[in-house]
Every structure is written in structure tokens, then in C-alpha cells.
T-cell receptor, first 116, second 110 residues
Framework: DAGVIQSPRHEVTEMGQEVTLRCKPI?????LFWYRQTMMRGLELLIY????????DSGMPEDRFSAKMPNASFSTLKIQPSEPRDSAVYFC??????????????FGPGTRLTVL | DQQVKQNSPSLSVQEGRISILNCDYT??????FLWYKKYPAEGPTFLIS?????DKNEDGRFTVFLNKSAKHLSLHIVPSQPGDSAVYFC?????????FGAGTRLTVKP
């Protein structure tokens, strides 16, 4: 398995532009997570899905952020309009749920976003 | 509201010595705890975990200790190797809702 795939790996954009980050989870995993890593706050959970349904989006900073999971093999995180303070590394992770609950999450390589 | 805290942003140890990374959590509902290791330009990778029914889990050079009454866990690496130099994230949660600490950067000097 190729693991969790994220694209692009790097994104540089100007303030006000729309940014779309993409994620392909590991095949068979039914949970998908989006995180943001910053120096100040470490890894923050933004949103997670179970079977393509958003379960908890309380970590999404504001309405400029939205996430979708149209099918089991694809998810997007969109920022519109982007701002310089959105600059961070965004990680996608997936896991497989069990009767005891999914535990180990497998992370993608991340997308480094720079908003000028 | 940081439910998982790693109060030491960095730690430096000599090769061959023990590395101890600490983590505190606030939510008593957390029943599963993990440590992740992260190298630059890569995503975090799972290292070791422990459930709340245990107080110790060992895997080779890595041991995680859990003190539920103190809401504290620690990761011991013995002996430390230069290849262990990375950022270590503590994570805690219940079911599928995991919360991560801010990370501790470990540097193992040859």
C-alpha cells in the first residue's frame, strides 16, 4: 500500500486566493482526519470523517475552512479566502475502526502551505 | 483548550543515555495513549501505544509509562541513538477522537 497520499506537497499562494488540499486515505480505512501543524500550537485536529460523514468539525478555525469527503478514497480541505495566518503544514491521516474504536492513525507526508 | 500538553519543547541527551519525554493530559475520559515520531518533511509515524488498563508497555528500546491518577505519561528510550533525533508527539483520546500535544524535539548527540 502506498500509504496516505497528499497533494500538493507544497503550495504558495497569495492572500485572498482559494486553496484546495487533497488527500487519498489508505484503502480500507474508514476514518479520515485533517490536522494543522504550527510552531505555536503543534498538531491541531481540524475535522474527522467516518465512512465519508463528517463527525466532528469543531476544530475548523472559521467559515473560511471547509472539508469534504465525496467518497471513501478522496477528501479535500479548502480555504477560501486564504490569509497569511493560515500558513502551516496540513496533514491528512486515516485509520481503521474496530469494535474498540480506531486507534493508530497513519499520516500522509503533509502539505506545506504558505500564504503571502 | 489544550487537553494534551508536552511542556518541554526540546530535549538533548547523549548517545547511549536514557531519553525521557513527558506528557500530561486533562481529560479523564481518555482511555488510549500513543506516541508518534516525526522526522522533518515527513508525516508523524506511530511509535508505541498504551491503553488505560495498563501502566506500562514496552517495545524494544521504547517504553511508555502511564500514571492515570496523575494524568501523566512518559516515553523512555534506552539506549538513545542519534537516529532517534526527531520530534515526538504524545496523543491521547477516546475512540477515534485523538488529541495531540505540541511535540518535543529530541536531539541525541553522538
Amino acid at each position: 500500500d502506498a500509504g496516505v497520499i497528499q497533494s500538493p506537497r507544497h503550495e504558495v499562494t497569495e492572500m485572498g486566493q482559494e486553496v484546495t488540499l487533497r488527500c487519498k486515505p489508505i484503502s480500507g480505512h474508514d476514518y479520515l482526519f485533517w490536522y494543522r501543524q504550527t510552531m505555536m500550537r503543534g498538531l491541531e485536529l481540524l475535522i474527522y470523517f467516518n465512512n465519508n460523514v463528517p463527525i466532528d468539525d469543531s476544530g475548523m478555525p472559521e467559515d473560511r475552512f471547509s472539508a469534504k469527503m465525496p467518497n471513501a478514497s478522496f477528501s479535500t480541505l479548502k480555504i477560501q479566502p486564504s490569509e497569511p495566518r493560515d500558513s502551516a503544514v496540513y496533514f491528512c491521516a486515516s485509520s481503521h475502526g474496530t469494535s474498540g474504536g480506531a486507534r493508530t492513525q497513519y499520516f500522509g507526508p503533509g502539505t506545506r502551505l504558505t500564504v503571502l | 483548550d489544550q487537553q494534551v500538553k508536552q511542556n518541554s519543547p526540546s530535549l538533548s541527551v547523549q548517545e547511549g543515555r536514557i531519553s525521557i519525554l513527558n506528557c500530561d493530559y486533562t481529560n479523564s475520559m481518555f482511555d488510549y495513549f500513543l506516541w508518534y515520531k516525526k522526522y522533518p518533511a515527513e508525516g508523524p509515524t506511530f511509535l508505541i501505544s498504551i491503553s488505560s488498563i495498563k501502566d506500562k508497555n514496552e517495545d524494544g528500546r521504547f517504553t511508555v509509562f502511564l500514571n492515570k491518577s496523575a494524568k501523566h505519561l512518559s516515553l523512555h528510550i534506552v539506549p538513545s541513538q542519534p537516529g532517534d533525533s526527531a520530534v515526538y508527539f504524545c496523543a491521547a483520546g477516546a475512540h477515534n477522537d485523538m488529541r495531540f500535544g505540541a511535540g518535543t524535539r529530541l536531539t541525541v548527540k553522538p
